[in-house]
Nanobody, 128 residues
């Protein structure tokens, strides 16, 4: 079990970029799948992107593909969500989640139930 910790949220203008970070301690970091989700008030938690930390393979939701990118640095036990061309509809609480092992296909790691360990979240607010 790991405890993900997000950072990097904030308030930006439409068209700006932000990079969120998710760190987790422990020697087994690379054996996890890391996912990013977001949640607006009153809505369900929405999948954004996932990465297999051992190989770097990624899966990005259609809704943000081309604007958002997920990556990792295993030497720092940290994953990243790079968000470009932000729009007001991207405003949400962003959560990092992790699952040891995980499904072979990352497309099967796209619901909250697929993950065991969650961060506290970081708020992203995009104004027009």
């Amino acid at each position: 079990q790991v405890q993900p910790v997000e950072s990097g949220g904030g308030s930006v203008q439409a068209g700006d970029s932000l990079r969120l970070s998710c760190s987790a301690s422990g020697p087994t970091f690379r054996y996890y799948v890391m996912g990013w989700f977001r949640q607006c008030h009153g809505k369900e938690r929405e999948f954004v992107a996932a990465i297999r930390l051992s190989t770097g393979s990624t899966y990005v939701a259609d809704s943000v593909r081309g604007r958002f990118d997920i990556s990792r640095d295993n030497t720092k036990n940290t994953g990243y969500l790079q968000m470009n061309s932000l729009q007001p509809e991207d405003t949400a609480e962003y959560y990092c989640a992790m699952k040891q092992g995980g499904a072979y296909a990352l497309s099967r790691m796209s619901t909250p139930h697929d993950y065991d360990d969650w961060g506290q979240g970081t708020q992203v607010t995009v104004s027009s």
